[in-house]
Every structure is written in C-alpha cells, then in structure tokens.
C-alpha cells in the first residue's frame, strides 16, 4: 500500500519515471541491467543549466554520470600559457560528489575549443609536444581519480580514416595520438590513480567503415608501443530516420569489444533535420531510433559499460546552436516533460518491446 502510493508521486511528479517498473530512473534500469551507468552531458557553470532547479531535478534522479560539456575543455581549463583555472571543473566536479555520480572527464587534445596561444603560436613538434605534455600532466593530475575515465584523443580522425587537420596533427604529426596517451598515462600513475580508464572519443563510428578500421589500427598501434588504452567512446549523434542499424551497431561495439576495449556510447542524441519535432509521428520515429541504439549497448554485453546522452532537455541542446533548424533531440521536450523517445530508451532498457515505438 504504502509503495503504490509512493508510486503514485513519482509517477505524478516532475520525474517523469517510466510508469511500468515503479518509477525506477533511467540508470537504476541500467544497473540492473550490469551497465555502470545511464548518463548526461551537462552544461555547468555559467548557464541557465547551472540554476533550473526543475532541470537539475532530473538530472539528479535519472542519471548515474555526468560528462561536462564544456568545463574541461582546453580553452577552459587553460585560457593562457600555463595559467591554468581549474574553477569550472572543480564546480561540476563538487556536484558530482554531492550527487553520486560518476564523471567521464572531457577531453585533453582536441582540434576544437583550444587556447589561442596554441592556434595562433609558430609552432615546431619539439616546441608543441612539451605545450601538450604540460596541460596533460596538470590537468589530469588535478582532477586525478574524480573521473572516472577520460577521452585523452578527441575526433582524430575524418570520415575516410585519414588524420584529421589540427594544430597537433599539423605540428607533430600522428605521433601526437601516441604521445597524448603516453602522458595521460604517465600522469595518472605520478597520483596513484591507475583506475582512471583512458579513452579514444569519435563520432561516426558507431557503424562499420574505414573510420572504425583507423581506430581499431590506432589502437593497436598504442599497443604496440605498450601504451595504454581502456576504452573508445561512440558519440553517437544520429539523425531521426537516420540512425544505424542495430546489427551495424551491434557489430561495430563487438568488433572494439574483440580488441579488448571498453566501449560507451558517450553523446547520444538523436536529432531532426528539420521541423516538425514534436507530431506523433515524428516522435515515434525518434523514439524507434533511441530504442535501438539504446539496445545495441545491452546486446554487446558488458563491455558497452553505458550510455550517456549529451544533455537531456531539447531547450539546453547544442544542436540548434550548431546546426540551424535542426534540433528535438532530446529525452525531455521544450517544456522539460518526457517524450516517447524517453519511454522507449526505458524499455530498451528493460528488455522490453518498445511500447511507444
Ligand atoms: C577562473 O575562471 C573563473 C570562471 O570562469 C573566473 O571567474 C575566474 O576569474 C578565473 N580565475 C582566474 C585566476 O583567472
Ligand atoms: C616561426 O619560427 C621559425 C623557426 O623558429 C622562424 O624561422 C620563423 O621566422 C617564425 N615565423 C614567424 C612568423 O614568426
Ligand atoms: C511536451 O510534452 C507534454 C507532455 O506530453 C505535452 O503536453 C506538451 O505539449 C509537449 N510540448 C510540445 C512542444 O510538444
């Protein structure tokens, strides 16, 4: 008695909890399942994230980690040579704490959002790789065993399998992937926090092709050099009617399984190309597409560790900001109530049929 009615509250609230397993959040659903964790990208501090109470509700009840999307980040976490400002992280990282989560620690070397003393310096490979070495060392050993992984690579790669351009690529060569996980590695070890996973991160990977061949060489490349690896995260962010096969899926997470990795699927979001978002039958084909990749995880068994989706909220989503008219990407519509897509990722998560799909 006194359970249904407990029941009853959570179904009624702002928690928005699936109806069929007495209002058991997402990553409670996950753990049963073995996983670590069912995640969220957050945005935190200096957003309107960082205050909405009703959005930080959710974001405490439903999730078991949660990665920044910015706070770590180079630019942030060293805007000038070697002045490092570990406020932001630090922030995100007290709220992990108080809230028992897990973080997966976003990223060290990347093409993207770094300090222009980087992009703008006359660089040579003798005069960048001790630029790299330093914010590796500093950064890693400071946040040290809070993370509980790190993507130490991001997006090395284009869609051919070929390096992509970046000041690290351009300056070093390929010699910079080996080299940044050869510090991340060496840093971790200098604070006795040999646990924290190392990690590979890429979009466009969660289906077989030459950009899954090229990490799959990387890594074994890595080992070779006797450099550790524990792990390669798939970005997975999808187009409505766009998403990969679950047996594609499926087949890619085993093929990095087989070469003794941990996989996470770590940004997922499943976007439309264009309005509407919100009809019927736009949402049951959102919610279809969620359901699948959110069961590809489970099917590849426990070595997909999780699944973490890069925010929850369709109102605090970086796709309408980085690709005009798209966006409804989320779990929670653009008035923070669950969509079909986050009944059926729950059922996915049970093992069930998809009952909105
Ligand atoms: C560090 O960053 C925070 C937040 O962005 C900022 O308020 C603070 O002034 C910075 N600290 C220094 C020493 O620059
Ligand atoms: C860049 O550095 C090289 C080698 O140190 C030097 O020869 C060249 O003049 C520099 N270029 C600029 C624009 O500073
Ligand atoms: C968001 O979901 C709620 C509950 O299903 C619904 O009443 C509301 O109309 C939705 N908002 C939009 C923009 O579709």
């Given at each position: 008695m006194r359970l249904s009615i407990v029941t009853a509250l959570l179904v009624g609230s702002?928690?928005?909890?699936?109806?069929?397993?007495?209002?058991?959040?997402l990553n409670t659903l996950a753990q049963r399942r073995g996983k670590l964790w069912f995640g969220t990208a957050a945005d935190i501090p200096h957003t309107a994230e960082t205050t909405d109470t009703a959005y930080l509700d959710i974001l405490k009840k439903q999730f078991g980690e949660m990665t920044p999307a910015n706070a770590l980040k180079f630019l942030f976490t060293e805007p000038e040579q070697n002045k490092f400002n570990f406020s932001d992280g630090d922030y995100f990282m007290d709220l992990a704490r108080h809230t028992g989560k897990s973080v997966r620690c976003h990223n060290l070397v990347w093409a993207t959002q770094v300090s222009d003393f980087v992009t703008t310096g006359n660089w040579t490979a003798e005069t960048l790789i001790p630029v790299m070495r330093n914010h590796i060392f500093k950064t890693v050993k400071h946040f040290g065993d809070r993370?509980?992984?790190?993507?130490?690579?991001?997006?090395?790669?284009n869609s051919d399998g070929s390096f992509s351009s970046s000041i690290w690529y351009d300056t070093i060569g390929e010699e910079y992937v080996y080299l940044a996980f050869k510090f991340a590695q060496q840093a971790l070890k200098e604070v006795h926090a040999n646990k924290v996973k190392l990690y590979y991160n890429d979009y466009g990977?969660?289906?077989?092709g030459p950009k899954v061949d090229a990490v799959l060489k990387l890594v074994k490349e890595l080992r070779k050099r006797h450099i550790r690896i524990d792990g390669v995260g798939l970005e997975a962010h999808f187009m409505v009617g766009g998403t990969p096969s679950l047996a594609d899926q499926v087949a890619t997470q085993k093929a990095f399984i087989k070469a003794d990795l941990d996989v996470a699927m770590t940004e997922l979001d499943i976007r439309f190309a264009q309005e509407p978002f919100y009809t019927a039958e736009a949402q049951r084909q959102q919610a279809q597409d969620y359901y699948v990749s959110v069961s590809s995880c489970l099917l590849s068994g426990?070595?997909?560790v999780g699944v973490v989706v890069w925010d929850f909220y369709d109102k605090y989503s970086w796709v309408p900001y980085s690709f005009e008219?798209?966006?409804?990407?989320?779990?929670?519509n653009d008035t923070l109530e669950a969509k079909p897509a986050y009944y059926a990722v729950a059922d996915a998560l049970m093992g069930k049929p998809c009952s909105v799909c």
């Open positions: 702002s928690l928005a909890a699936p109806h069929h397993e007495k209002g058991l959040s993370c509980y992984s790190w993507d130490v690579v991001n997006e090395a790669f990977i969660e289906s077989p426990r070595r997909c008219g798209q966006g409804g990407a989320t779990l929670f």
